[in-house]
Nanobody, 116 residues
């Protein structure tokens, strides 16, 4: 079955960096668009970034453009989210996601807290 396991979250000061990872299994990873979402308390889930199967196309939410990058390693079935210049408003649970045969899947998420 499809499994997504996020890691790499934590507490970081404003201006700091974190690199999130999402290890995928149960599907042919290299064939699918991968997405990163986030959800802050009492806020709607936000699509942060997505990356095409080959990594040639990437897109970002306006709120993170120029600060976050997304990448993938199809040999390792892993997608990454590099977050630089973190701000308190980036505090959220971050999830990776994939749609396989019309079914949406997500992991358990990893908490990112940006605070001094």
């Amino acid at each position: 079955q499809v499994q997504l396991v996020e890691s790499g979250g934590g507490l970081v000061q404003p201006g700091g960096s974190l690199r999130l990872s999402c290890a995928a299994s149960g599907f042919t990873f290299g064939n699918y668009v991968m997405r990163w979402y986030r959800q802050a308390p009492e806020k709607e889930r936000e699509l942060v970034a997505f990356i095409s199967p080959t990594g040639g196309t990437k897109n970002f939410a306006e709120s993170v453009k120029g600060r976050f990058t997304i990448s993938r390693d199809n040999a390792k079935n892993t997608v990454y989210l590099q977050m630089n210049g973190l701000k308190p408003e980036d505090t959220a649970v971050y999830y990776c996601g994939v749609t396989v045969f019309g079914q949406n899947y997500g992991g358990q998420g990893t908490q990112v807290t940006v605070s001094s």
